[in-house]
């Protein structure tokens, strides 16, 4: 796989595409958890990239963080500003619909963190943005007005054990996905916890744990969903 690194509006990004692959493609973004851009996202760019997407490894943060307490201090000021959250999502769709790589056909995943910021995204209701799925993703709803009609295809896949998006939370993403008029899929898989597509996550009593079965179960539903909506 190809990775070339990108700066936009002082961000960090990197294009990961299939260089045995021709021409433009849709374009997928891939959005960090609180641990910033690490192995997960990266073997994420790359499995999109062999499924013959462009992705796109984005950034929220704006440098690389000095520990997970920097980490956990950005991505809280993140959570307290949606709106600051929301210009720096619309910043990395902006650069990949300039990119000349991808051919106007965008959507997006990601990871804890990043599951809200693919959530906001489509609750922007941007009409090149397909699909989007959130993987183990936080659903708490922004500030802002959000888009009175969803375009996006919504996939949350999702523990439903996960201590940071309960029952209640599922349901309420349900009930506002139903609200816009979204066409969405929660699959919630029992026994399972948060960050489950992670492998260093090893907290089963903290309702952290990697879980390779729902990995690939959520992946294959991605793979649908972007076979799909493209």
């Known amino acids: ?36 851009r690490g192995p997960v996202e990266m073997e994420a760019a790359e499995r999109l990239a062999n499924l013959g997407y462009a992705a796109f490894v984005a950034d929220t943060y704006g440098r690389a963080p000095e520990g997970p307490e920097d980490c956990r201090e950005m991505m809280n000021a993140l959570n307290a ?25 965008h959507g997006a995943i990601g990871f804890c963190f990043g599951g809200k910021c693919v959530l906001d995204l489509a609750r922007m209701g941007h009409a090149d943005v397909r699909g989007v799925a959130s993987f183990h993703g936080l659903f708490d709803r922004p500030g802002w007005p959000t888009a009175q009609k969803i375009p996006a295809s919504v996939l949350a896949l999702h523990g439903w054990d996960d201590p940071l998006a309960t029952p209640e939370q599922t349901f309420a993403l349900a009930a506002e996905l139903d609200a816009a008029g979204a066409d969405w899929q929660i699959l919630a898989m029992g026994g399972v916890g ?22 690939e179960r959520a992946w294959a539903a991605t793979a649908q969903l972007f076979s799909a909506v493209f």
Do not use: C
Not at 201 to 209: F, L, N, S, V, Y
């Open 1 to 36: 796989m190809q990775h070339v690194d990108q700066t936009y509006e002082g961000f960090q990004g990197t294009i990961v595409t299939d260089p045995a692959r021709s021409g433009t493609r849709p374009g997928v973004l891939v959005f960090h958890s609180i641990a910033w």
């Open 81 to 105: 500003d949606r709106s600051e959250l929301r210009r720096r999502i619309e910043a990395a769709l902006d650069w990949m619909r300039g990119s000349g790589v991808t051919n106007g056909a």
């Open 194 to 215: 948060h960050a489950f597509t992670n492998p260093r996550a090893q907290d089963k009593a903290g309702g952290k744990q990697y879980d390779a079965r729902a990995t």
